[in-house]
T-cell receptor
Framework: EPEVTQTPSHQVTQMGQEVILRCVPI?????FYWYRQILGQKVEFLVS????????KSEIFDDQFSVERPDGSNFTLKIRSTKLEDSAMYFC???????????FGSGTRLTVV | KNEVEQSPQNLTAQEGEFITINCSYS?????LHWLQQHPGGGIVSLFM???GKKKHGRLIATINIQEKHSSLHITASHPRDSAVYIC???????????FGTGTRLAVRP
């Protein structure tokens, strides 16, 4: 069964450093998402991406965050200057169409120290 | 804004028991999603449903659109069903999901 692949599975970074979280969505999917889950809390929406542009973003997704689909296969989330409160599990998800179900990646656990 | 409430928050069952997890939401939706989060953190999509009932193996999901309520049932539960089960619905505008807090299920042998 096709999978959404996320790398790395775990990243530790120092506060103020830039991190890039990588995702390879399923190849025929058109809609891409990033969600995050702070330990012990609900999963929260960050951003959705369709047709090579952001279609929606949450209040969390401020100018420290950016997304890119640089080569038609990878979908990346960049945090420019990490804060302690960015520590969370970050999930990439994709779907074939707006009426289809989601496929989630296994997540990247980001720890900011 | 669409709020999602799940109950119970925690559930412990003996192997073989029939399990029900409930989800209520506040505004009209096009579809509701049931997800399973494994102890390692990964999320698996179980069901997407907009009406009636869906079944996959020992899992059954039902939805009542008028009452804004959905249930996830597990028949003949097994320790490998131990996970967090999450209900999620689209926001009132757009397709991004609003997640419930999840129901943590532990099935004892």
């Amino acid at each position: 069964e096709p999978e959404v692949t996320q790398t790395p599975s775990h990243q530790v970074t120092q506060m103020g450093q830039e991190v890039i979280l990588r995702c390879v969505p399923i190849s025929n999917h058109l809609y891409f998402y990033w969600y995050r889950q702070i330990l012990g809390q609900k999963v929260e929406f960050l951003v959705s991406f369709y047709n090579n542009e952001i279609s929606e973003k949450s209040e969390i997704f401020d100018d420290q965050f950016s997304v890119e689909r640089p080569d038609g296969s990878n979908f990346t989330l960049k945090i420019r200057s990490t804060k302690l409160e960015d520590s969370a599990m970050y999930f990439c998800a994709s779907r074939e169409g707006s009426l289809n179900g989601y496929t989630f990646g296994s997540g990247t656990r980001l720890t900011v120290v | 804004k669409n709020e999602v409430e799940q109950s119970p928050q925690n559930l412990t069952a003996q192997e073989g028991e029939f399990i029900t997890i409930n989800c209520s939401y506040s505004v009209g939706i096009s579809a509701l999603h049931w997800l399973q989060q494994h102890p390692g953190g990964g999320i698996v999509s179980l069901f997407m449903l907009s009406s009636g009932k869906k079944k996959h193996g020992r899992l059954i999901a039902t939805i009542n659109i008028q009452e804004k309520h959905s249930s996830l049932h597990i028949t003949a539960s097994h320790p490998r069903d131990s996970a967090v089960y999450i209900c999620a619905v689209p926001k009132s505008s757009g397709d991004k999901l609003t997640f419930g807090t999840g129901t943590r299920l532990a099935v004892r042998p």
